[in-house]
């Protein structure tokens, strides 16, 4: 009898071991998964950001080199990608800021697409207070310089991943003119 006992409380407390490993690699599971999505999340969340930016220095190239089509065309591909960025994956207060910026840069891309080059300046110069306020809030990997010209309307901002000056408000008519503001991360 006391032999039955000890032979049922060793299966009993082997079952009981299985049941914690099981229950345990099942919570593992849950926060990998959970983990998982966080980083697809993050990872879809960075990439949407890194667009922006790339068709924003694609924008602001075109300007530097005085090409009204392919400004046009920046802003076209910016219009597209600013429309298309989720906001879901940040605070409310953040979700209600970002859809104000990007109702008024997609605004300002969708004038860069059908306008003269005069006027596309005028568009990108409010259009880079957005993406300025909006990397404030998304955050960026790379390093960006806020750059600045004085002679450009009440003055005239940009972003830039180079720190050297190439002026998209006056392209090669005034290449140098301006100056870095501020280092941005």
């Given at each position: 009898?006391?032999?039955?006992?000890?032979?049922?409380?060793?299966?009993?407390?082997?079952?009981?071991?299985?049941?914690?490993?099981?229950?345990?690699?099942?919570?593992?599971?849950?926060?990998?998964?959970?983990?998982?999505?966080?980083?697809?999340?993050?990872?879809?969340?960075?990439?949407?950001?890194?667009?922006?930016?790339?068709?924003?220095?694609?924008?602001?190239?075109?300007?530097?080199?005085?090409?009204?089509?392919?400004?046009?065309?920046?802003?076209?591909?910016?219009?597209?990608?600013?429309?298309?960025?989720?906001?879901?994956?940040?605070?409310?207060?953040?979700?209600?800021?970002?859809?104000?910026?990007?109702?008024?840069?997609?605004?300002?891309?969708?004038?860069?697409?059908?306008?003269?080059?005069?006027?596309?300046?005028?568009?990108?110069?409010?259009?880079?207070?957005?993406?300025?306020?909006?990397?404030?809030?998304?955050?960026?990997?790379?390093?960006?310089?806020?750059?600045?010209?004085?002679?450009?309307?009440?003055?005239?901002?940009?972003?830039?991943?180079?720190?050297?000056?190439?002026?998209?408000?006056?392209?090669?008519?005034?290449m140098n003119c301006g100056k870095v503001q501020k280092e941005i991360n």
């Amino acid at each position: 009898m006391v032999v039955a006992f000890v032979g049922l409380t060793t299966m009993s407390c082997k079952d009981s071991k299985k049941e914690k490993a099981t229950d345990t690699h099942s919570e593992m599971g849950h926060d990998e998964m959970s983990a998982s999505h966080t980083m697809k999340d993050s990872d879809a969340q960075n990439s949407a950001s890194k667009q922006v930016l790339a068709d924003y220095m694609l924008l602001k190239d075109a300007l530097v080199a005085t090409d009204e089509g392919a400004s046009a065309k920046a802003g076209e591909k910016l219009e597209a990608t600013l429309k298309d960025f989720n906001v879901d994956n940040y605070t409310s207060e953040e979700q209600n800021e970002l859809n104000e910026i990007i109702e008024a840069a997609t605004e300002h891309a969708a004038h860069i697409m059908k306008s003269d080059i005069a006027h596309q300046r005028e568009h990108f110069q409010m259009l880079t207070k957005d993406i300025t306020d909006m990397v404030a809030i998304i955050g960026t990997d790379n390093t960006l310089y806020q750059q600045f010209c004085p002679m450009y309307a009440d003055g005239g901002a940009w972003l830039s991943m180079e720190k050297e000056i190439k002026n998209p408000y006056f392209g090669s008519k005034m290449m140098n003119c301006g100056k870095v503001q501020k280092e941005i991360n």
